[in-house]
């Protein structure tokens, strides 16, 4: 009989053979789908149904008030939860375990806070301009009193651009994936490991994009020169709040977050 123009299992006709087969692709977009699902700390269902819960305007001025290392330190916590389960995020992608754990950190240290910013946009209401903080959606001077409101502005405008292209959970999953297993990343050992696992996770996320026509957002995604360029931002703010605060950063901060954000200071 005839072959078939191309089996139904797509093995053949639309995937480089060499990269991925259809059945393992199908396993990583599971497997990158429920390690973002299962390491949310919000729904996205519960987030959507608060957007438009706002703080009223004693509420805001009650935060605007808030001294600074207080403010400091609540978020400091929330940024430390929300990184426990970055790194459980992490841990699920198949193939991050079996990378050797200097590269597995050098890749946390430098995504944790590109997949912060990812994570936060899932709470931002672009509409308004409002992120979830705290039990409801919050606008920009509530964060005021941090003092690096130009770092938050620009997480915001981060969020906005994401939020215009209405992301769903799958696209977030796999953004969030690719961008952690990024081959570019300085002082990684095994390069060309990550570089396999990334090409495996370029393919799928194709593929899914092709099966929901969704190409288009491809080229509209912010660049990652961009995310970097918050993250560096946010390293220098932190080190502005460490000279203002020497005893507090050092203390109270969580380890976790000293380990991936705070180099050690120099003891010379
Ligand atoms: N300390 C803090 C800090 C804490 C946070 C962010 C940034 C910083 C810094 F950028 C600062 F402070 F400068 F703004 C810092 F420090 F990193 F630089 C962005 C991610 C935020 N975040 C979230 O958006 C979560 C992410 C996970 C998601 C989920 O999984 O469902 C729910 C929403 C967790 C920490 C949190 S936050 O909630 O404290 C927050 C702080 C400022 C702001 F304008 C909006 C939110």
């Given at each position: 009989a005839m072959e078939p123009y191309c089996n139904l299992s797509f093995s053949s006709c639309l995937l480089p053979e060499s990269v991925i087969s259809a059945t393992e692709l199908e396993l990583l977009t599971q497997n990158v789908v429920l390690a973002h699902q299962e390491t949310c700390q919000f729904r996205q269902e519960n987030l959507h149904v608060l957007r438009w819960e706002t703080f009223s305007t004693p509420e805001m001025q009650s935060f605007h008030h808030k001294p600074m290392d207080q403010m400091w330190e609540r978020c400091v916590c929330h940024v430390t939860d929300a990184i426990q389960y970055i790194v459980e995020f992490a841990k699920r992608l198949s193939g991050f375990m079996d990378l050797n754990p200097n590269d597995q950190i050098v890749l946390l240290k430098a995504g944790a806070m590109e997949l912060l910013l990812l994570r936060m946009s899932r709470a931002f209401n672009c509409y308004n301009s409002t992120v979830y903080f705290e039990g409801k959606y919050a606008q920009l001077?509530?964060?005021?009193?941090?003092?690096c409101i130009d770092l938050i502005s620009a997480m915001f405008d981060f969020c906005h651009i994401l939020g215009v292209l209405n992301l769903s959970e799958h696209e977030i999953a796999f953004y969030s994936a690719m961008t952690l297993l990024d081959?570019?990343?300085?002082?990684?050992?095994?390069k060309q490991k990550v570089e396999t696992l990334h090409r495996k996770l370029q393919v799928a996320f194709r593929h899914l994009l092709r099966r929901t026509h969704r190409e288009g957002i491809i080229s509209k995604l912010p660049h990652k020169e961009r995310l970097s360029a918050i993250c560096q931002l946010h390293l220098e703010k932190l080190n502005v709040f460490q000279q203002m605060y020497p005893g507090i950063a050092w203390e109270r901060f969580p380890p976790l977050y000293k380990e991936l954000f705070i180099s050690e200071p120099d003891n010379s």
């Open positions: 001077e509530l964060f005021h009193s941090l003092g081959p570019c990343r300085p002082w990684l050992q095994d």
